[in-house]
DNA sequence: GCTTGACCTTGACGCTGGGTCAACCCTCCA
DNA sequence: TGGAGGGTTGACCCAGCGTCAAGGTCAAGC
C-alpha cells in the first residue's frame, strides 16, 4: 500500500492535486488505516496517471471525469478530439514564436505586410523617417477601421508611385514637416498635385468607380487632414483652382465652388 | 481615432481584455470624447498588439509589464527565454501526444517499459491473463515505492526465466488461483522452488551481495505474501525444509529454525 | 519515555486572465 | 421619438491548484 506522497510522487504531481481529485470525485476516496492515512493500491495510480495524462493534454477535469467514465468508443472518439487540439496548440505556439522573432527584431506587427512593403518603398525613396512613422500610424489607424479594403487601398498606392511627379511630391512633403505654417513652397506642392489630377482626368481615372466605399474615402481623407498642419491648407489651394478630395479626386466648376454654404 | 471595440476586434482581443489590461496599467488609459468613450491612437494599436503577442507566448501580464518598460538588452534577453520555454512547451505537447496516443491503444502507462517487456514474456509462456494482471499490479506498487531500482530487479527475473524450471513454476502459479486453500499441489510447487533454490546455492548466487538494499527485500517479500492466499502456505513449506525468503534465499541450519521465538 | 523531524489531516484564502451579468448612458438611423 | 447597438463602471464567478495555518502521527535516536 502507497501513502499519498509516494503515489503522487510517483505519478508526477503534488499531494496537494492528488487532495484536489478527491474532493472532485475525479479519483475515489482510498481506505485510511488506523490512524486515518489515505492507503492506495495499484487501482488508484492507474488512473491517477490517466488523469494526468489527459489533463497534461490541457483537459479541463470535469471532461476526464466524464472520458474516464465513457465507453471506450466514446473514449477513442474523445482522444481525437483532444490530439487534433494538441496539434492546432503546437502550430499555434510555432506561429507564436515566429511572431515573436519578428516582434524582437523590431518589426512593427500592427500592420500587414502589403503596408509594410510599401512604406519600405518609401523608405527606399529617401523620404524622412519621421515622415514615415506619420505614414504608419495614419495606415494603422486605417487597416484598425477597414481592415478587409487595406490591400486593395494600398495596390493603387504602389501603382501612384510609379509615377515620377508622386515620388516629386513625397519628398516635398516629407521635408514639410519642417516648414512654418505658412512657407510658400505649399503652392509648389499644390502645383505637382495639380499636374497629377489633370493626368488622372485624361486618363479617364477620375469619375469611375474605384471599388473604394464612401465613408471610407471620407475616412482616408480626414486621416491626412489630421496627419499634418499643412494638409488643410493645401486642400485649400486646390478647392480654389477647382479640385476638390483627397483620395477620391473630383473636378468642381467654376460656378459650384464654395459649397459649403447652401445654394439659395 | 478608435473606439475600444475597434481597437480590440483589430487587436484580436475582447473590450473586456483592454478594459482588464487599464485596470492593470498594462495600456495606459486614453482621453475619453466628451461622452466619456475612450479615443485610441495607432500608439495603443502598436502598444496592445505588442502586449497580445507576449502574452499569446504564455508571458504573465506583470511579466510583460516589466519586458515593455525595460531597454533593448533585457527585453531581448527576456524574449530569448520565452522562445526557449516555446519551444520546451511545443516538445511537451508533442510528448503528451505520444503519450495519449498510447493510452487510447489500450498501453498502461503506470509501468516502466522493462516492466511491461517482462510481464508480455509472461504472457508469451502462456501464463494466464488474470494472473498477469495480479503481478502488473504488485509491480506498480513496487515501482511507486522504488522507482530507481526496478530495472535492475527485471533484469534479474529476466535471467531467472531462462530456466525452463522458472518456466514451469509460473505456469503451475498461474492455474493456482483457482485451487482451494489447502489444493495438496502446493506442495509441487514447493518442490519446484526448492530444486531452484538449490542450484541457486551451488552457482554461489546465494549469500553474494544482489546489489538490492534490505527494505526492499522485505517489500518485494510481503508484496507476494498480499498477493495470493496461497503465498503464506508455500513460504512455511520452504521454512519446515531449511529455507527461507523469496526474494533473497537464504539456507536456515536445522539447529536454527523457528527463531521466531527466541532462543532461551 | 521523550524529543525531533518528516509526514499526514482539514480548512481557508490567493492567484491569473479574464467571462458574465447588471444597470445605466450615448449615438445614430428611420 | 424611439429603439438598436454601441459605450460606461462595478461586482461577482471560474479552473486548478499553491500556500499558509494549525494541528495529529509515526519512526528513530537518545
Known amino acids: 500500500m502507497l501513502t499519498i506522497s509516494q503515489l503522487a ?145 494600398i495596390a493603387k498606392k504602389h501603382e501612384e508611385l510609379d509615377d515620377p511627379d508622386m515620388v516629386k511630391l513625397y519628398s516635398l512633403l516629407s521635408g514639410a514637416l519642417d516648414w512654418p505654417a505658412d512657407d510658400p513652397r505649399i503652392v509648389e506642392v499644390a502645383d505637382i498635385m495639380e499636374r497629377l489630377m489633370v493626368r488622372a482626368v485624361e486618363a479617364g481615372e477620375v469619375g469611375a468607380d474605384d471599388g473604394i466605399d464612401d465613408q471610407f474615402v471620407d475616412l482616408l481623407d480626414s486621416t491626412m487632414v489630421e496627419s499634418s498642419p499643412h494638409a488643410a491648407r493645401l486642400l485649400a489651394i486646390l478647392e480654389e483652382r477647382g479640385w476638390r478630395g483627397w483620395t477620391r479626386i473630383e473636378r468642381v466648376p467654376a460656378d459650384r465652388l464654395n459649397t459649403d454654404l447652401p445654394p439659395s
Do not use: C, N
Not at 495499484?42 to 483537459?59: C, E, K, M
Open 9 to 153: 510522487a510517483y505519478a508526477g504531481v503534488t499531494v496537494r492535486a492528488v487532495r484536489h481529485y478527491h474532493r472532485i470525485g475525479l479519483l475515489p476516496e482510498p481506505e485510511r488505516d488506523r490512524s486515518g492515512y489515505r492507503t492506495y493500491d495499484a487501482g488508484a495510480v492507474v488512473r491517477l496517471i490517466r488523469i494526468r495524462t489527459l489533463a497534461d493534454a490541457g483537459v479541463p477535469l470535469a471532461r476526464v471525469q466524464e472520458l474516464l467514465a465513457a465507453g471506450p468508443e466514446e473514449f477513442a472518439d474523445g482522444v481525437q478530439e483532444i490530439d487534433k487540439a494538441l496539434r492546432a496548440e503546437i502550430r499555434r505556439l510555432q506561429d507564436t514564436r515566429g511572431r515573436l522573432a519578428r516582434l524582437a527584431a523590431g518589426e512593427h506587427l500592427a500592420l500587414p505586410q502589403s503596408v509594410v512593403d510599401y512604406l519600405d518603398r518609401l523608405r527606399g525613396l529617401g523620404v524622412e523617417e519621421r515622415y514615415i512613422e506619420m505614414e504608419r500610424d495614419a495606415w494603422i489607424m486605417i487597416a484598425a477601421q477597414v481592415p478587409h479594403s487595406i490591400d486593395s487601398v
